[in-house]
Nanobody
Framework: QVQLVESGGGLVQPGGSLRLSCAAS????????MGWYRQAPGRQRELVAL???????DYAASVKGRFTISRDNAQNTVFLQMNRVEPDDTAIYYC?????????????WGPGTQVTVSS
């Protein structure tokens, strides 16, 4: 099993910045992609950003150019630097990790951290 613990959420004003962190622990052999999803009230969970173990990144169109995902493989930690945040960024942000076990992808989720963008 993989345990994920997020930190860094909170209240931020429009145009401001926030940094989320997520540390993975447990059985980490085969850990592949890590990243962030978010879910706003009344909406489906959506991808924000992903980074593979090799450093390849993928972003949702709505955050590209504003958010940056990074990863510390030695510490099994993934970060999301959120700049120029907008009210539409308000959501619960969930850390995600994928582990490959005998060719089968296994998904793990953190409990989520609330991000609220408001003046």
């Amino acid at each position: 099993q993989v345990q994920l613990v997020e930190s860094g959420g909170g209240l931020v004003q429009p145009g401001g910045s926030l940094r989320l962190s997520c540390a993975a622990s447990g059985i980490l052999f085969g850990l592949n992609s890590m990243g962030w999803y978010r879910q706003a009230p009344g909406r489906q969970r959506e991808l924000v950003a992903l980074v593979t173990s090799g450093g390849t990144t993928d972003y949702a169109a709505s955050v590209k150019g504003r958010f940056t995902i990074s990863r510390d493989n030695a510490q099994n930690t993934v970060f999301l630097q959120m700049n120029r945040v907008e009210p539409d960024d308000t959501a619960i942000y969930y850390c995600y990790a994928e582990r490959i076990l005998l060719g089968t992808p296994l998904s793990y989720w953190g409990p989520g951290t609330q991000v609220t963008v408001s003046s």
